[in-house]
């Protein structure tokens, strides 16, 4: 699928690169997005320094086996679990990658030599969901918008409007776990009581598992999900507890920002039908209730991500394309 | 101010309507945005074809009144109490104005014979406290992102974002009227229970009063301030009530938009610091108790519209003017 060519007018490939907590992936693709090398790592987050040196192993071992050099790369899209400062590239408050205040942007681009932009990751899915969109459903039918939720130690959302990445004026933009949904609910750990991100969220859920499922033994989130299947009643009071404050936040995302797809990501969806059908179910319920809300899911597109799609990923391709494009001029900062 | 010329390069003035349920306002303006001729008249709201000669009559009084002739009107823009399409310019579910579906974007143009283009009112409203922002603000620090909370009939929200103003894929973003905050609260004109607009609204606050405050003498939703302001403890209790939800829609208009500047508008903001204060107030309790959200509130300056301040009326006159640059290639379709 890849060309390996050296390109007569300079660098011809990109490199994405999804840095999680536990793991590190990389990716080389061609001007055609065919992919030409790809490499995995544990994240290494004993110190920023060390983490940098990482990212550029697991970078170079993924350009190593597309056969190509470093200098073919055109430019670098990176995908990280925290805050990313829109002006600077600064990391902030990525917990899981002991990252507090960190300019990685700048490191990573001093360590690359080409142009190296960094994105929230569930923003990063967000766009790579919404370009497999893109590729999948018919030039007259294109969507524009999408909302994409991804599901894992916490609860965010990612939207594209009008075509593009939205970021907001501080890359806060969907922060949707922290909205209040539950008076007096369970404690967060950004200090409010009965965040969505509390109830819809790995340690969300296996903190209800434990009240409501004490003999049980549940170690994944995805545990609940099966002894529901297996019709145990407890877990499918939890299921529908969850099922209930996801359909609530898909509403307010058509509410608010009024997108034509809503894509929800995350290791909970390898509950497949039994994760998704509830929700459906719930939304069905709100539907028959009102006009408006009718009218609105009529025209929404719900579908959860296939657990192999790495949206992040291709996201994190896609970002390096625009941003190859961009420093030839041919268009804007991404979101802007 | 108005420099009423004929302007050897044609048509230079822009027409701006504000229709609403009784009141019909129409201003025309100059180049250099000037005030030149206005008029008010009451809304005819018997049939469509009867609001479509009343909006017209209103439109020629305003032009009378600046001196001008109709040949000198480069553009018109119209607000409308509804969802307008956004492609058609169609009207619909403006129940106020008795259309449930009306093509008047084309029927106004067909009578004004220049480019004319319909919005929400709402969202007008948004983009009018948008630019008076940017014409407060120094260049140095201009905002790019609002969302304007106008409360009447109804509640919902109007936000410009990256300069621009959002319409979301149905002309619906910003309905957050429609969020279930309270289970098994007050039935909904849409169907649903407990809805935002059940709570903080004219309709809203007046059924509260009736429930807490059967014997005093409340007949609009300003008197409920007046007597908490006496010390009225019930009425206290209701804008209590108000303020909290209020405080919270703003803090999901925040965690979803990121937007640095809220902007409430509407009849309610004539009680003014009464009505303001307790909102701030509620907002710094939830900041006390989490640093996201202390973060997001302490870069974002919240504020209520001057009641003479008429946004919307502004929003107009600014699409007429973005209409008529657009016509000239100028640039691409508000809010695209």
């Known amino acids: 699928l890849c060309e390996v060519e050296h390109s007569t007018s300079g660098a011809a490939y990109f490199l994405g690169l999804d840095i999680g ?3 590190t992936e990389a990716l080389v693709v061609d001007q055609q997005l065919a992919a030409c090398g790809w490499a995995k790592e544990r994240t290494n987050t004993a110190a920023p320094d060390a983490l940098v040196v990482n990212i550029v192993t697991t970078a170079s071992k993924a350009i190593a086996a597309a056969g190509v050099s470093p200098d073919d790369i055109a430019a670098v899209g990176v995908g990280i679990p925290g805050q990313v400062l829109p002006a600077s590239g600064v990391v902030r408050l990525a917990v899981n990658l002991g990252l507090k205040e960190y300019p990685l942007q700048d490191a990573l681009e001093a360590a690359f030599h080409v142009p190296t932009i960094l994105e929230n990751d569930i923003r990063l899915a967000a766009f790579g969901a919404f370009e497999r969109l893109h ?3 018919s030039k007259t039918k294109r969507a ?3 909302a994409y939720i991804g599901i894992g130690t916490g609860i965010a959302a990612g939207v594209v409007l009008n075509g593009k990445l939205y970021r907001g004026a501080r890359g806060m933009a969907g922060e949707i776990g922290h909205m209040v949904v539950e008076a007096d609910g369970a404690l967060c750990n950004c200090g409010q009581r009965g965040c969505l991100e ?5 340690p969300g859920i296996l903190r209800q598992a434990a009240r409501l499922l004490p003999g049980a033994n549940v170690r994944h989130a995805g545990d609940v999900y099966r002894l529901a299947e297996e019709g145990q009643s407890e877990a499918k009071e939890i299921v529908s507890h969850i099922s209930r404050h996801l359909a609530q936040a898909i509403l307010w995302l058509l509410l608010t920002y009024d997108v034509t797809h809503v894509v929800i990501g995350g290791g ?3 509950a497949k039908t039994a994760f998704l059908e509830p929700i459906l179910g719930e939304l069905h319920r709100q539907r028959m209730q009102s006009p408006l809300i ?8 719900i579908s959860q991500l296939p657990p ?3 949206a992040g990923l291709w996201g994190a ?3 390096a394309q625009q941003q190859a494009e961009q420093g030839q001029g041919v268009e804007g900062r991404l979101g802007d």
Request: aromatic share 0%.
């Open 308 to 310: 192999e799609d790495n």
């Open 144 to 146: 524009d918008s999408l």
């Open 21 to 23: 907590g536990t793991k």
């Open 198 to 202: 509390t109830i819809v969220s790995g």
């Open 135 to 137: 590729r999948e459903t």
């Open 294 to 301: 009718a009218e609105l899911l009529g025209s929404t597109q």
């Open 317 to 319: 391709i896609r970002l």
């Open 268 to 270: 909970l969806t390898r």
